[in-house]
């Protein structure tokens, strides 16, 4: 059975024969533990890979995503860091005025994908590809305005943010028809909408102003036949329904923020949970024996004979054996 | 008077504020009644409300400015009356963390309800909190972090207040940041949101 299998079979409750895995790597675990992150990697290879993006037209970016200092991604947006191997933070929003909108260039390069060079590299590989797309309307108009600046907005319904909205969205079906093309498994979509204990905006604003982006996306990706994947940090539990009803096939969510016993019994069967373990305390201060009863706990909520991958990332203060621990023990469920 | 600003308040009606602000000065109304009977209990009900899920940080971020164009214009009255805030809060992100929302969050809901801020941003080494609080007379620091690998920092700062023997409690806040960690690392307060940051601030200050 193949990796590609293997994911299509948690996708579709059809009892895989092992719960399928991605770990999610940031920069700084690389630079930090190179030769631990190398081992976990040869142990337990992903079954979910993203395509390259084979762009004709190289990306307008200056500086560096992950290193200190000042990076302007092809957006415009300009980030500032102070610590290397993570991304850092918009300090002076692009679109000030909303009369910057006219003037605010859209990535066309994002859309020269070399699409025979995608369905060569899913051709070429046995994982579950995923189409290399950084679709997340909420947080790039969050980078545009500024995140007090667009917070604000929300509250006024602001015209010029629903035009503001509506260019970047346009962008971003464009974006997504084209992976849709190729011979990708599924189309992505992130974006962060929790805080620790709660949504960032009400449950109802979120339905009126970005459930429909949402809903566009997931009906692109199952018109041609593919799935639909979903990240989001935080508490999003209020509008997990939401996300199930516009057909969202796997969401990657900090379960640990949540109930997850309960996120289980009103969800499970009816989505697939693509991770994770909890990052902010479990893989950087627990032990393998807490992330071995953390498992045993999302096996029990969430395993439905499918409906799992087993994904985590290896971010920021985590520890390799914990890391390693995580698909030590999901290779082991329901063994625990 | 009085409840119609809290309502305006609580609904982030800038203008309303504003004058309602003046309709009660020109009535004769006391600033630190308007202060303490109009703006800061509507401020203390959006506290509560934010803190139950039952507004979130837009409508929050829309009070807080309705809050400080009523602040902008009761100071002058305050100032002239020998008003005093409700204590001075020395609030940054720790050195390191450049992630301020949250911080932005604690310090307007903080200035909502009384308190004199002197904020000093994202990436704020230990001493710079001890210098701001001896020079502000500060009756308490808040310091915020976004990072499991930059809350370490909040430490740095406990032991820095310690060893100055300044006596004013250090209260914590932020993602991945734990009552237990407060605990471990001796700092007296902790929040796990902005509306209780205020709570827990007025609490340790009047302690």
Redesign the interface.
């Known amino acids: 059975m193949t990796s590609r299998e293997l994911v299509i079979d948690a996708l579709e409750f059809r009892s895989p024969e092992r719960i399928p895995r991605q770990l999610w790597v940031l920069p700084w675990a690389e630079r930090t533990w190179p030769t631990e992150l190398a081992a976990i990697r040869e142990k337990y290879p992903d079954d979910i890979v993203q395509s390259p993006a084979f762009l004709a037209k190289p990306l307008r970016t200056t500086g560096s995503e992950h290193e200190p200092g000042v990076y302007v991604d092809e957006w415009g947006c300009r980030f500032e860091n102070v610590q290397g191997g993570i991304i850092g933070e918009v300090k002076e929003p692009r679109i000030a005025a909303w009369s910057d909108i006219d003037g605010l260039r859209l990535p066309e390069e994002r859309l020269s994908v070399d699409v025979r060079k995608v369905d060569d590299f899913c051709a070429a590989s046995g994982a579950f590809v995923h189409a290399r797309t950084v679709v997340r309307p909420f947080e790039l108009v969050q980078f545009l305005r500024g995140p007090e600046n667009l917070y604000m907005d929300l509250a006024e319904r602001s015209d010029g943010l629903f035009r503001l909205i509506e260019k970047v969205h346009r962008f971003f079906l464009a974006e997504l028809e084209l992976w849709a093309s190729t011979d990708v498994d599924a189309l992505f979509f992130a974006d962060d909408w929790g805080s620790q204990n709660s949504l960032l905006i009400s449950p109802d604003l979120w339905r009126e102003v970005f459930k429909p982006l949402y809903r566009d996306y997931a009906d692109i990706a199952h018109k041609h036949g593919k799935y639909i994947f979903m990240h989001s940090d935080g508490h999003i539990a209020a509008i997990f329904p939401d996300i199930i009803e516009i057909g969202v096939d796997a969401v990657n969510s900090q379960v640990f923020c949540m109930d997850v016993e309960e996120l289980g019994r009103r969800f499970a069967g009816n989505v697939t949970f693509w991770g994770e373990v909890d990052r902010q305390h479990l893989l950087p201060y627990g032990t393998p024996g807490d992330i071995r009863a953390a498992v045993g706990r999302l096996g029990r909520a969430f395993d439905r004979r499918g409906g799992v991958i087993a994904q985590c990332e290896f971010g920021i203060g985590a520890r390799p054996e914990n890391v390693a621990a995580v698909f030590e023990n999901w290779n082991r469920w329901p063994g625990l | 008077m009085l409840k119609e600003m809290q309502e305006a308040l609580i609904a982030?009606k800038k203008a309303d504020v504003e004058s309602l602000v003046d309709r009660a000065l020109a009535a004769g109304l006391p600033a630190a009644r308007i202060l303490n009977e109009g703006l800061i209990p509507g401020m203390e009900r959006l506290g509560v409300l934010f803190k139950n899920?039952e507004?979130?940080?837009?409508?929050v971020?829309?009070a807080a400015?309705a809050m400080n164009a009523g602040l902008g214009k009761l100071e002058p009255h305050l100032a002239k009356a020998g008003v005093q805030p409700r204590g001075i809060v020395v609030i940054g992100t720790v050195k390191?963390?450049?992630?301020?929302?949250g911080k932005?969050l604690v310090a307007m809901m903080l200035r909502g309800n009384g308190y004199k801020i002197v904020d000093l941003g994202?990436?704020v080494a230990p001493e710079r909190y001890l210098e701001a609080a001896k020079a502000n007379g500060a009756g308490a620091i808040a310091i915020s972090a976004l990072?499991?690998?930059?809350m370490v920092q909040m430490k740095n700062v406990v032991d820095a207040v310690e060893a100055a023997g300044l006596g004013i409690p250090v209260v914590i806040g932020g993602?991945?940041v734990?009552r237990d960690y407060a605990n471990q690392i001796r700092a007296r307060g902790f929040a796990?949101?902005a509306a209780s940051a205020v709570e827990e601030i007025g609490r340790l200050i009047a302690a």
């Open positions: 982030g899920n507004v979130f940080i837009p409508e971020l829309v400015r390191g963390d450049l992630h301020d929302i932005n994202v990436d990072l499991t690998t930059t993602a991945p734990t796990p949101d």
